[in-house]
């Protein structure tokens, strides 16, 4: 059992995960955190669980179509890129599995970019603004 957060500060955000990677009766370690991009306008680290593999692959497409993005991108433009770039990688790779073999992961997007911090998590495709608590 994977277990990852993802906290969105006023000043940062901060991703955890564990280390332990299972598969069958075999458990090895290994990072869940990636950095999908990095420029010097935008910033996209990654926290995941499920399928190792599969999810270091969605996040390598990620950082691809990210970098992509013209200079200084808001975190909405991150969004929809990250979007296309998983409705890409689940067309091509997942998609086509069968169902009942069908590989599985979930990811928390850390984004900094040109109007401040945003926090994601996946649903499939489609990123989702993590919730955030009001200002007192």
């Known amino acids: 059992m994977t277990i990852g957060v993802g906290l969105l500060c006023n000043d940062g955000i901060v991703l ?27 910033v996209v680290i990654v926290a995941g669980a499920g399928r190792v593999p599969f999810m ?51 990811l928390i997007l850390g984004v900094w970019a040109s109007d401040g911090l945003q926090l994601y998590n996946t649903d499939l495709t489609t990123l989702i603004p993590v919730w955030t608590c009001p200002q007192f």
């Not at 955890?16 to 935008?42: C, H, M, N, W």
């Not at 497409?61 to 296309?84: F, N, R």
Request: proline share 8%; net charge negative.
């Open 16 to 42: 955890a995960s564990d280390t332990e990677y299972t598969t069958g009766v075999l458990t090895t370690l290994g990072p869940k955190i990636f950095k999908a991009t990095q420029r010097s306008d935008v």
């Open 56 to 106: 270091k692959a969605a996040v390598e497409k990620i950082g691809k179509k990210v970098s992509q993005l013209p200079a200084d991108p808001s975190t909405e433009d991150v969004k929809d890129a990250a979007e296309d770039a998983l409705l890409s990688f689940y067309t091509k790779h997942v998609y086509p599995v069968p169902e009942d073999i069908r590989p599985e992961f979930d």
